[in-house]
């Protein structure tokens, strides 16, 4: 009888559930200011005899992003962290990752007047785990964590017209890229150098595990309540290298947008699009058999929905 209960239980839940946990507030003492989200969901579907077909799922994603910001006088400090971290398992299936960031920023500015600041800035972004390519059901590893790394560091201005939009330009910005798992940095991967072979194969140099660009570097910051209970908060990187390839700029944009529907259930929708010149994606392959290889627009989108708890 109880497996028969369990089986019914089963049935009336066959359903995409999700269940989250978030914490959104701010919190002001003396010249420090800090801001917190934390998301997390969870979907779920089991069948048992079902007839339409269809396979069992388990899906969950979590989101942190949290700020720490200290103003005083005519110097500000601005830090703000954003990890994110999802999977996916589809019946027996190994579980596969849908997403996997990590990203901190910290900014040094002093004022020049009421809209710009001079600014120092950096911003290191990498991954927490390894990531596959699932084609023609073999597992190749391209990525894991610091493979790749980056790390933004510049001088510039700056941009404040409003306090929910934040412009910072700077035309002095170093980039660099690590690529610290030698089998991808063997390969070229990420636009380090790749490895030198002999005539037999051999390998003569190893692939380099860093690369240092110097260009211009632009970032885009807004943060709104667009209508009440819908906040929507976006930024945009650019990036220009003077020393190659100057017209070829990477992008980096994210956008989150969060809805409330009341004090315990909210939505979130998240995209990421990437364009980095040197990161060469395979996208078909010729009638001799090479692969079709070259820079492409990257794009994600992930949606989770459930219960909202705000402390």
Same mark, same amino acid.
């Given at each position: 009888?109880?497996?028969?209960?369990?089986?019914?239980?089963?049935?009336?839940?066959?359903?995409?559930?999700?269940?989250?946990?978030?914490?959104?507030?701010?919190?002001?003492?003396?010249?420090w200011k800090r801001d917190g989200l934390f998301s997390l969901t969870f979907?779920?579907?089991?069948?048992?005899?079902?007839?339409?077909?269809?396979?069992?799922?388990?899906?969950? =994603?979590?989101?942190?992003?949290?700020?720490?910001?200290?103003?005083?006088?005519?110097?500000?400090?601005?830090?703000?962290?954003?990890?994110?971290?999802?999977?996916?398992?589809?019946?027996?299936?190994?579980?596969?990752?849908?997403?996997?960031?990590?990203?901190?920023?910290?900014?040094?500015?002093?004022?020049?007047?009421?809209?710009?600041?001079?600014?120092?800035?950096?911003?290191?972004?990498?991954?927490?785990?390894?990531?596959?390519?699932?084609?023609?059901?073999?597992?190749?590893?391209?990525?894991?964590?610091?493979?790749p790394g980056y790390l933004f560091a510049g001088l510039g201005l700056t941009?404040?017209?409003?306090?929910?939009?934040?412009?910072?330009?700077?035309?002095?910005?170093?980039?660099?890229?690590?690529?610290?798992?030698?089998?991808?940095?063997?390969?070229?991967?990420?636009?380090?150098?790749?490895?030198?072979?002999?005539? =037999?194969?051999?390998?003569?140099?190893?692939?380099? =595990?860093?690369?240092?660009?110097?260009?211009?570097?632009?970032?885009?910051?807004?943060?709104?309540?667009?209508?009440?209970?819908?906040?929507?908060?976006?930024?945009?990187?650019?990036?220009?290298?003077?020393?190659?390839?100057?017209?070829?700029?990477?992008?980096?944009?994210?956008?989150?947008?969060?809805?409330?529907?009341?004090?315990?259930?909210?939505?979130?929708?998240?995209? =990421?699009?990437?364009?980095?010149?040197?990161?060469?994606?395979?996208?078909?392959?010729?009638?001799?058999?090479?692969?079709?290889?070259?820079?492409?627009?990257?794009?994600?989108?992930?949606?989770?929905?459930?219960?909202?708890?705000?402390?």
């Amino acid at each position: 009888m109880k497996k028969q209960i369990a089986i019914l239980a089963m049935a009336v839940a066959c359903f995409t559930s999700t269940v989250g946990i978030a914490q959104d507030s701010t919190a002001t003492e003396g010249p420090w200011k800090r801001d917190g989200l934390f998301s997390l969901t969870f979907s779920q579907v089991s069948l048992e005899n079902w007839q339409a077909g269809g396979e069992n799922s388990l899906a969950g =994603n979590a989101l942190i992003k949290y700020s720490a910001n200290y103003s005083k006088n005519n110097w500000s400090w601005s830090n703000s962290l954003e990890m994110a971290f999802g999977g996916t398992q589809l019946g027996e299936g190994d579980i596969q990752k849908t997403d996997d960031r990590f990203e901190l920023s910290s900014k040094v500015s002093r004022v020049i007047n009421k809209k710009w600041d001079a600014s120092f800035l950096t911003t290191f972004r990498t991954q927490f785990t390894e990531g596959f390519n699932y084609e023609n059901d073999e597992a190749v590893r391209i990525s894991h964590i610091m493979a790749p790394g980056y790390l933004f560091a510049g001088l510039g201005l700056t941009y404040k017209p409003t306090d929910w939009i934040n412009v910072e330009i700077s035309p002095a910005t170093s980039k660099m890229t690590f690529v610290l798992l030698q089998e991808l940095a063997d390969n070229g991967d990420f636009g380090v150098d790749a490895a030198e072979y002999d005539t =037999n194969g051999v390998k003569t140099k190893d692939g380099a =595990n860093f690369r240092f660009e110097l260009g211009g570097y632009a970032k885009i910051h807004l943060k709104k309540e667009v209508v009440k209970n819908v906040s929507l908060e976006t930024k945009a990187d650019f990036f220009s290298n003077y020393l190659e390839n100057t017209e070829n700029i990477d992008i980096t944009w994210d956008v989150l947008l969060v809805m409330k529907v009341n004090s315990w259930l909210s939505a979130n929708l998240t995209t =990421n699009l990437i364009y980095d010149d040197d990161i060469d994606i395979v996208t078909g392959t010729r009638e001799d058999g090479t692969d079709i290889v070259g820079p492409r627009t990257q794009f994600k989108q992930t949606f989770g929905a459930g219960l909202t708890a705000t402390f």
